[in-house]
């Protein structure tokens, strides 16, 4: 993946200090979801809080960013037309993508075991949000 902007295996504590750390509504990051095995993650800072929205690898390589329960499926070519859509006020998002936070390094991609995960991330599920109709 070579967008500037993805992070890979970042973890959320260094996600949130790098989000939070200049204290601007709408930096953004992409990383790899640390309990959702294939995910990846959203993070854009609003009002000192880092908001996470979960995107997935759909079939055929397509992507969609999860919604709340019944609204209509996003559904992106790529992660470039999804961050592009987001990057427009008043999509669902807390705040619009306004600054990027690229990456200072190469990122390389791990997941971690299941076992390793479920003993970490009990209750992963409440630091995430949904999109917005």
Known sequence: MDLPYYHGPLSKTDCENLLLGEGVDGNFLLRDSESVPGALCLCVSFENFVYTYRIFKEKYGCYTIQ????????????????ISRFEKPNQGLVVPLLKPIQRSTPCLRWRRSKVERDSIYENSNSDYVEVLP
Do not use: I, V
């Open 67 to 82: 919604t709340a329960e019944g609204t209509k499926k996003l559904t992106f070519l790529n992660l470039k037309d999804l």
